[in-house]
C-alpha cells in the first residue's frame, strides 16, 4: 500500500531526445507527488511537484502527466542534454502525514551527445 | 547549495560502535528529516521533527534515534551499528509541519561499518 514502483531502473537517450520516467502507487491517500533529480555525491532535489487535482504541470523541459484513476504519474523530459544525467526518483506524500514521503527506486539516465 | 549542511561528510566505524550525525536546517526552517539511502532499500524516511518535536516516524529502528535542538540543528544517533546500516543517511528541512513540499536536502553523510 505504501510502496511507489517505478520504472525504469536505467535509461539511456540521445540528446535532444525525450526521457520518459513512469511510477505507479497504491494508497488513494496521498496527495503530492514531487519528483527529484540527485547527481552523484549530492542529496535529492526537488524537481517538479504535481497535486492529484491536476492531470499535467509543466516546468521548462520537464512535465508532469498524472492519471488519477490509472494510479500512476510520469516524468517527461523534453530535448534532453548530458547535463541531465542523473538518477531520478519519483515520490508520494500524504501532507496530513508530515514529512513521510515515500520513494520510487530510482531511475538512473543517462543522456548521450 | 540546499543551504542544509550535514557534518561529517564521511565516517568510517566499527561495528557495534554508536555514531551521532548532525545537521543544521535552511535558516528559518523548523522542519527536520531522516532519510537513509541505501542499494537495496533506495531512499527510506527515518523520522521527522518540527519545532522540537517528533512528528512523523518511518521505518527506524530501535537502535537509531534522534532529536532536534532548540537551535533546531538535529541529530541522528545510530548506535550497536552492523554492517548493514552502511548507507547514505541525508537530512532535509522546510519551514512547514505539513509534508516536504518544499523541503531542500543536504549532500549527506556516508557512513561505512566494517
Known amino acids: 500500500q505504501q510502496q511507489v514502483k517505478q520504472s525504469p531502473q536505467s535509461l539511456i537517450v540521445q540528446k535532444g531526445g525525450i526521457s520518459i520516467i513512469n511510477c505507479a502507487y497504491e494508497?488513494?491517500?496521498?496527495?503530492?507527488f514531487p519528483w527529484y533529480q540527485q547527481f552523484p555525491g549530492k542529496g535529492p532535489a526537488l524537481l517538479i511537484a504535481i497535486r492529484p487535482d491536476v492531470s499535467e504541470k509543466k516546468e521548462g523541459r520537464f512535465t508532469i502527466s498524472f492519471n488519477k484513476s490509472a494510479k500512476q504519474f510520469s516524468l517527461h523530459i523534453m530535448d534532453s542534454q548530458p547535463g541531465d544525467s542523473a538518477t531520478y526518483f519519483c515520490?508520494?506524500?500524504?501532507?496530513?502525514?508530515?514529512?513521510?514521503?515515500?520513494f520510487g527506486q530510482g531511475t538512473e539516465l543517462s543522456v548521450k551527445p | 547549495d540546499s543551504g542544509v549542511t550535514q557534518t561529517p561528510k564521511h565516517l568510517i566505524t566499527a561495528t557495534g560502535q554508536r555514531v551521532t550525525l548532525r545537521c543544521s536546517p535552511r535558516?528559518?526552517?523548523?522542519?527536520v528529516y531522516w532519510y537513509q539511502q541505501s542499494l537495496d532499500q533506495g531512499l527510506q524516511f527515518l523520522i521527522q521533527y518540527y519545532n522540537g518535536e517528533e512528528r512523523a516516524k518511518g521505518n527506524i529502528l530501535e537502535r537509531f534515534s534522534a532529536q532536534q535542538f532548540p537551535d533546531l540543528h538535529s541529530e541522528l544517533n545510530l548506535s550497536s551499528l552492523e554492517l548493514g546500516d552502511s548507507a547514505l543517511y541525508f537530512c532535509?528541512?522546510?519551514?512547514?509541519?505539513?509534508?516536504?513540499?518544499?523541503?531542500?536536502f543536504g549532500q549527506g553523510t556516508r557512513l561505512t561499518v566494517v
Open positions: 494508497n488513494t491517500a496521498f496527495d503530492y
Open positions: 515520490a508520494a506524500l500524504q501532507e496530513r502525514q508530515g514529512g513521510k514521503l515515500i
Open positions: 535558516s528559518g526552517d523548523l522542519s
Open positions: 532535509a528541512s522546510s519551514p512547514t509541519v505539513l509534508g516536504n513540499t518544499e523541503a531542500f
